[in-house]
């Protein structure tokens, strides 16, 4: 990812932008990557014609080949128009709030592979309200364990459906 | 008139009191889906996709389709009385939508839309009763050859409609059947791709790959914008309801138009957003008085909506006929029927009738009960959005993980919905199109099943696509598609050159 206070050399506005030239670069290097890797694997498994017909990897060589093309096009033009590039990808101001979601977000979806899914929901809708919403505790609290405990009730009761619990269930005898 | 007898059975089927119910369920989640940011027809059902295994397959897709028509009916609420697009084809609803409320209009805007909605939609499904049946019972005859031309049509047409660079529309197509092609090889068991991850070889699900791009992604693209929610409210009183009827049938030229750009781009895969752009446009050049678009004209609420509710049906005319949806969210239906082993295509018109004329008669009946529900709950969906976005964006965060987990109970597909997030967001502000790669990641095999098998009949010979008149037209407007970007720069330099 790249930083939203990076110097982009170029513009000197008062609030730092990210250009699009960056992270288009970037995600055109990572599909190219992908591609050599599917292009590579399809290689392995066999691209021609075996005895019962096309081989394992006759399709994917081909979409690898393709993707590689086109992605490496996209490189190709990204950096021939370099210094002419001035599309914004976003402002600091935006990129911020990104950042405070996906940051959560992660340290969520980790959290839920130890703790599994209540104990973590909990904690991502009450840190959201007070951080960001800045809601009195009574009504963080209510919400935060409300929503997980509705959910636990149409999954697991409702619907048979049972979702991921970790110790904190299990001392509860789920 | 089979088809008539065919849908009076298919009522039969639908107007039970459990069918009912579950359309009423799933039109009420259909629409608080629409009107939620982050959550949508796509990515909506595919959250809820779980649940209905447990159910009878016709009351499950009974179901499901009615969240689709909810969620249709949902993107105009927000449109409307917030200039937030719920979902990415009302864009063109906020163009006049918005002012019109602005106005002190919101009540026959609404009216407008919702109207307008079911009509687009109503014509849609008497587009599938009629055509749905011919279309399969051709597609009988077809070969793998035919398959794969119809396929390869399908995606040359991104290529060739999409608005994004069609080098980009190629990237995230390719990159979906890489996707898709991950795991054992269903022709000679090999593993491909997998380079020794266990988890790997279940495959990329693109239910998952669903909920990620289109919900967390959108999570990340609202919360750039900072969201403020700051609406008109609406009350819907049958009196403004009924004067706004009134009003609407010297408007029958534009929903006559709009209702066939919406069919046209639904079923070739164009989708509802670019049909609702398309037939705003048409709208406004071919008015009286196009400089009054964009302040309030009601026909610019009319046009968009007729389109998009058109598309968004008829998307389920491919995918139904031949297996190959034209939408996002026709895909995860598509995916929905697999999992209840009912393969879509010809054959299921044959084999399960009742499932079949079931399901369209439920598209009459669920955009009735659409149409009554939106109209008599519009001020109780307009409070929803009243919730502040700090509350909604972890309530959505916590759904999506949900949804993500119970496709296959597996931890590591809450971990590929957040990289799919990330890749949404990414994709979104690059403008890569995400519609192509989910549909490459649902088709993929099945595409590639199909190119073997014609390989296999034609000793690797690739001129069994021109083999028959049939394959070869199809083969042939599928190359059109993909060169027309380039005829259209090419174009556009003679005209420069001329001028």
Known sequence: MTTPNHPDGSDREDSPVTLTRGPELIVGLIIMGLAALVISDSM??????????????????????????????????????????????????????????????????????????????????????????????????????????VFFLVFEKWFLVPLPKGPIENLLGF | MEEVNNLFGGFAVALTLPNILYMLIGITLGVLIGVLPGLGGA??????????????PTSAIIMLSCIYWGALFGGAITSILFNIPGEPWSVATTFDGYPMAQQGKAAQALTAAFTSSFIGAFFAVALITF????????????????????????????????????????????????????GMDTVTGQLRMTYGFPVLLKGFDFLIAVIGLFGIGEILLTMEEGLAFKGKSAKLNPK??????????????????????????GITPGGATPASFMSYGIAQRMSKEPESFGKGQIEGVLAPETAAHAAGTSALLPMLTL???????????????????????????????????????????????????????????????????????????VICAIGAYTVHSAMFDVVMMLVFGVVGY??????????????????????????RQSMLLSQGDVSIFWSNKLVGAISSLAMLMLIWPLLGSMKSLVSRKAT
């Not at chain 1, 951080?131 to 009574?138: K, L, S, T």
């Open chain 2, 240 to 265: 403004v309801v009924w004067e706004t009827w009134k009003t609407l049938p010297q408007y029958w030229l534009t929903f006559l138009r709009s209702t066939a750009i919406g069919c046209w781009m």
């Open chain 2, 426 to 451: 990414l994709f979104k502000k690059l403008k890569y199109p995400m519609a192509p790669l989910v549909l490459a990641l649902v088709l993929g095999d099945m595409a590639e099943a199909s190119f």
């Open chain 1, 44 to 149: 392995r498994v066999g691209t021609g014609w075996g005895d019962e017909g096309p081989q394992a990897g006759y399709f994917p060589f081909y979409v690898g080949l393709i993707l590689l093309a086109s992605s490496g096009l996209i490189v190709l033009r990204t950096l021939l128009t370099w210094g002419a590039a001035k599309a914004v990808f976003a402002t600091r101001e935006e990129l911020v709030p990104v950042f405070q979601m996906l940051v959560p977000m992660v340290i969520y979806v980790v959290a839920m592979v130890y703790l599994g899914i209540y104990l973590p929901s909990a904690l991502l809708i009450g840190y959201f309200m007070r951080r960001h919403g800045g809601f009195a505790w009574p009504l963080t609290l209510g919400v935060s364990i409300g929503v997980p405990l």
């Open chain 2, 43 to 56: 990515n909506g059902i595919a959250i809820l996709l779980p649940l209905t295994f447990s159910m009878d």
């Open chain 2, 131 to 182: 055509l749905a049946p011919v279309l399969a019972k051709f597609a009988l005859n077809f070969g793998p050859a035919e398959y794969f031309a119809v396929q390869l049509l399908t995606f040359c047409s991104f290529v060739g409609m999409s608005k994004e660079p069609p080098t980009k529309v190629i990237v995230a197509m390719m990159l979906g059947f890489a996707l898709a092609a991950v």
């Open chain 2, 323 to 397: 297996g190959i949806p034209g939408s996002p969210t026709a895909a995860v239906l598509l995916g929905g029927l697999m999992i209840w082993g009912l393969q879509p295509g010809p054959m299921l018109f044959v084999e399960h009738k009742d499932f079949v004329w079931g399901l369209i008669a439920s598209m009459y009946l669920g955009n009735i009960v659409g149409l009554l529900v939106v109209l008599t709950t519009v001020p109780y969906w307009a409070a929803f959005l009243r919730i502040p976005f700090s509350v909604i964006a972890p309530v959505i965060v």
